[in-house]
């Protein structure tokens, strides 16, 4: 891999070209002592990378707790693998990816929305205030992990999601088959996973997640097309067997729009989705559609905003525990993305999580013609469908909302921080 700085006249140099400067060391040590240096930041880079990989297969395999919350093994193994790793290398250089991240005013505003649910833990009056702080650090430093793995060209990135999203197919395609041959009557005719995707709906939206980036990717040879084209077959398939009308709704609002920013051979991609997504719904029964109604989704809007008018500018506080009755039910959440925001943080909380999230779209745009941009594209417009019927959890443990939110967020933040880099966006140490 080529690695490119600029010297202080503004003349590209090599990795090689140290301080000490030329004829002061033999030039094979030189050489050893750049490929040392190159192996050592490779490694570090892969040991993020596996660590992201781990938070998405985890999500699908690993044993969950209580309401799908991540179990500790599954958490402990996160704190080795990507948390630790990414805070220690954060810090590299004089903290040089914080000075690179601080010029964005995107993440300004996600640090005055992490700034401001640590305030609300003032008057959210919890036993263990600590567990909510963890989360907090644990959504910055997911942030810090992809801008330290997708630091340089796309390749990176491409890797780490076709890996993981053809891992995450085969899971599906797992639970497809048990689900088939040795039905649950708890199921209720509606197939679900293990883990943080035991619940139908978080299951569905991140499979649809998949779907999503999967579609995007450019791949170098036929086989792999196959291969991405069978993964995404089993993840319809899996939602399908979900019966999730909001992920359905959300995948056709992708379809319908993709064309906006695809490129000419990219549609015809759209197209044969759009035409499978027409297929499987021909082949449903209406029933399936018509049958659970709305959800209960008006009554715990209503509810909900009459929670709101009762604390708008402070809300309960980050993490306060939340009650909606409904039909004569306890629900924790309130099934949408804004009204939750809301009532944990109030309307500062909502502002800013609206600003970031519009800020997060208009990076996308503006980066269409690039593979960064349409998967983030693809991500935004189906997660901007989704969270308004279900995984409201903005700022909470790794879960799939986590991959509808901060994966894009984070994709805005790598191509922002391309745009103001002067030199290669290398921020890994050296």
Not at 161 to 182: D, E, M, N, R, W
Not at 337 to 356: I, K, S
Request: aromatic share 10%; charged share 15%.
């Amino acid at each position: 891999m080529s690695e490119q700085a600029l010297s202080p006249q503004g003349r590209p140099r090599e990795l090689m070209d140290v301080a000490v400067g030329p004829g002061t060391m033999p030039q094979a040590w030189r050489a050893s002592a750049a490929w040392r240096l190159l192996v050592r930041r490779e490694g570090r880079r892969y040991l993020v990378g596996l660590g992201i990989l781990w938070l998405l297969l985890g999500m699908v395999i690993m044993p969950a707790g209580v309401s799908f919350n991540p179990g500790k093994a599954y958490q402990g193994s996160l704190i080795v693998l990507m948390y630790l790793p990414a805070l220690c290398l954060a810090f590299a250089e004089r903290g040089r990816l914080w000075r690179e991240l601080w010029r964005l005013p995107l993440f300004r505003v996600f640090l005055l929305l992490l700034a401001w649910a640590t305030l609300s833990l003032l008057w959210a009056h919890l036993h263990r205030p600590g567990d909510e702080l963890g989360r907090l650090l644990s959504v910055m430093t997911f942030v810090l992990a992809w801008q330290l793995w997708d630091a340089d060209g796309e390749d990176y990135m491409s890797m780490l999601l076709f890996v993981g999203g053809i891992a995450v197919a085969l899971c599906a395609g797992y639970y497809c088959v048990t689900f088939l041959v040795h039905p649950d009557p708890a199921d209720m005719g509606r197939i679900a996973g293990e883990g943080t995707i035991a619940a139908t709906n978080y299951a569905a939206a991140l499979m649809g997640a998949v779907t999503i980036w999967l579609s995007q990717l450019r791949l170098r040879t036929r086989r792999l097309v196959v291969l991405r084209w069978t993964a995404i077959a089993l993840l319809l398939f899996f939602i399908v067997l979900t019966h999730t009308r909001g992920v359905w709704l959300a995948l056709g609002a992708c379809v319908v729009t993709a064309p906006m920013w695809q490129s000419t051979p990219i549609r015809r991609w759209a197209w044969a989705m759009a035409a499978m997504l027409v297929a499987l719904a021909v082949a449903l029964p209406l029933h399936l559609l018509t049958e659970r109604g709305m959800s209960l989704r008006p009554e715990l809007l209503s509810q909900s905003l009459q929670q709101i008018v009762q604390r708008p500018w402070l809300g309960l506080g980050q993490g306060a525990p939340i009650t909606l009755w409904v039909a004569g039910a306890a629900y924790t959440h309130s099934h949408n993305l804004l009204t939750q925001v809301t009532l944990e943080l109030g309307l500062p909380g909502l502002a800013l999580t609206v600003a970031m999230w519009l800020m997060v779209g208009w990076q996308g745009w503006r980066h269409r013609q690039e593979l960064r941009g349409r998967i983030l594209l693809g991500l935004w417009v189906y997660a901007s469908v989704v969270l308004q019927f279900d995984m409201p959890q903005l700022l909470d443990s790794p879960r799939p909302g986590w991959i509808l939110i901060w994966l894009p967020f984070s994709l805005a933040i790598g191509m922002a921080m391309r745009e103001r880099a002067a030199s290669r966006p290398d921020i890994m140490s050296r």
